[in-house]
């Protein structure tokens, strides 16, 4: 949920289920306004009928006309409760078309007004049932109060799911500092204040990145593999060493059987050469980043830095870089070529 805000299977169904209860509650408003209109007429009518031809009404008519004002303004408050249902059910709409987004502060927004809309529907409906609650009987009645309980219920998890969400990005440091004095205190900080809070699909920057930087990497990551869904890393042939194809398969090999992806690419010529920053992004937040191979060496800060800007930077190196076995495919397609216009 991509990262979402949550699990991605559990927003849409949740937020699905949200449309369908909006959609309910629009069309039990709409069937209130039918119902009352027509008592209200039926009322009038058998009035205005028995006044013409001079003939009493029956009992039953004549409740019925004499609830006519409560009735024309339960007409009028249904009209409300369908007004806002559409409202409810166009912010359950926007909800899904935001279900993938990376940050909460939009989704928030519409859940809790999505909450409030929701209360103001009880309120009103609470408000017919004083006024007109005898004409309100049937399967219908029973849909509506089931519609308003799931509304609220899935509202009252988002808010939960949401501002959990929230305090967690708040809580993640936003830049620390490495200390060159202190590299085996560095890698504790770092694991212990940024890597270990990492989550969903992890993706990394860095054109140094070589044996030494994977070492190091899989040091700060250790036991929080777990928290991960992949790890994708676009490096560059500048550093890269004999061993580190051979390291890449190993650590590939361990992670699939924690489930994790793992995948290296490296970086099209033109980008190395343009690419100078570090960038490391998760689900919910981005850094700027030392390189991985002297992480915790170097006198440089870590800087939580904007998501969206990281994300298609990324995005962007990543399609125009090549796979790891690729380039050694490509390489060694090269390399005999090479040795001949030697030779010649």
Sequence with gaps: MEGTWFSKNMSTALIMLLNLSSAL???GAV??????????????GAYFQANLSKIPLQSNLQQLYAAGIPLHYSVLEAYVLAIIGMILLCIAFLLFIRRHDKTVGGAK???TMHTAFVFMYALVFYIISIDTGSYLAGPYVLII???MAVAILVDLFFDYALRAQRDHVARIRRSLSVDPSTPFSNMVELQDKIFSRLSGELRVVDKHFNSVALSNFHRLMSGSFGNLKSITI???????????????????????AQGVKFEVRLMDEGDRVEQHERLMLDDKV???????????????HLIMIGRGEAVRRFSYLYSRAISLDNYFIKKGRQDPENQQQSAE
């Design 145 to 147: 109060y089931g519609a």
């Design 234 to 256: 676009v490096g560059s042939s500048e550093m890269m060493d004999s061993n580190f194809s051979r390291n890449v398969a190993d650590l590939k090999k361990e992670l699939s």
């Design 31 to 44: 069937f209130m306004v039918e119902i009352f209109s027509v008592l209200l007429g039926i009322g009038s």
């Design 109 to 111: 927004r519409y859940a």
């Design 25 to 27: 509650l629009v069309l």
């Design 286 to 300: 981005a850094y700027k980043i030392p390189p991985f191979n002297i992480i915790n060496r170097r006198s440089e």
